[in-house]
Nanobody, 127 residues
Framework: QVQLVESGGGSVQAGGSLGLSCAAS????????MGWFRQAPGKEREFVGG????????RYADSVKGRFTISRDNAKNTVYLQMNSLKPEDTAVYYC????????????????????WGKGTLVTVSS
């Protein structure tokens, strides 16, 4: 079992920045590709960004490319999401996810391959 706990959500004005963290416990963190997903009110959960086990490979949704950065620290068992130039349409609950099947690749939008999910943290961007 892997437990994932997100933190860092909150309210910010459009154009502002927020940093999310996801702390993992339970198993060897570096054995998992990690990712962030989000779900806005009334919408389906969607992929935001993914990072490979080593942190070398990263992938982003087109909607956040150039504004968000995913990173990880395997020594701290933590994955991060730095969000800059936030827009009201970024408002959502953000979820951390872990995928054991991926070896060198970064997590993509295939939610069916996710092994573990966090409970989410709310990000609200006001205009």
């Amino acid at each position: 079992q892997v437990q994932l706990v997100e933190s860092g959500g909150g309210s910010v004005q459009a154009g502002g920045s927020l940093g999310l963290s996801c702390a993992a416990s339970g198993r060897t963190f570096s054995n998992y590709a990690m990712g962030w997903f989000r779900q806005a009110p009334g919408k389906e959960r969607e992929f935001v960004g993914g990072i490979s086990r080593s942190g070398v490979n990263r992938r982003y949704a087109d909607s956040v490319k150039g504004r968000f950065t995913i990173s990880r620290d395997n020594a701290k068992n933590t994955v991060y999401l730095q969000m800059n130039s936030l827009k009201p349409e970024d408002t959502a609950v953000y979820y951390c996810a872990a995928d054991m099947a991926l070896t060198a690749q970064a997590m993509s939008g295939d939610q069916s391959s996710v092994d573990y999910w966090g409970k989410g943290t709310l990000v609200t961007v006001s205009s």
